[in-house]
């Protein structure tokens, strides 16, 4: 009997694979850090908004003003659309991802499915084999023949002889 390896399971010196991809890595720590921008956009939008010193003489209310002139949008307004894209980038990121793990948890379960189908014909061939291992048992504890006519008798009775001659056919 055969035993057949699991391809699943690694041996204890193979290295553990790291569980992302390289690429996806990439994109979650670059959605990361354009969220932090975004995060940060929206902090200075509030603290620019709420603070209590002058508005018109501060640096950060100055700032803000350049940007509304330029982009017609200010730190707040911004700095959501920026959390709002990288909301949606990390979305898309999990879900193109989370299907290649899918296909990959079910390849393993077909695996084993089909390592427990070839495990168990495996069990009813043995079963099958130490049957026939009984039966051949059985079979060779043969009891001795009995003979029916002696010896002697049948070296008494005379044996028909055989022309030694090749006979000649008959040619029509």
Request: with cysteine; charged share 35%.
């Amino acid at each position: 009997m055969r035993k057949i390896k699991d391809p699943s399971v690694k041996n204890a010196k193979q290295k553990k694979k790291f569980p992302l991809h390289p690429f996806e890595l990439v994109w979650y720590i670059l959605c990361g850090l354009v969220g932090i921008w975004g995060l940060t956009y929206i902090v200075l939008g509030l603290v620019e908004q709420n603070l209590p010193i002058s508005t018109e003489n501060s640096e950060l209310t100055k700032a803000n003003l350049k940007i509304i002139d330029k982009f017609k949008l200010g730190f707040l307004p911004w700095g959501l659309i920026i959390l709002a894209i990288a909301a949606v980038a990390i979305v898309v990121v999990l879900l193109i991802f989370s299907a290649k793990v899918d296909r990959d948890y079910e390849k393993n379960v077909r695996r084993a499915q089909r390592l427990a189908q070839l495990e168990e014909e495996e069990l009813k061939e043995e079963a099958a084999e130490e049957a026939m291992e009984k039966e051949e048992a059985i079979d060779a504890q043969v009891e001795p023949v009995k003979e029916e006519a002696p010896a002697e008798e049948k070296a008494e009775e005379p044996a028909e002889e055989q022309p030694t001659e090749p006979v000649e056919e008959k040619k029509e």
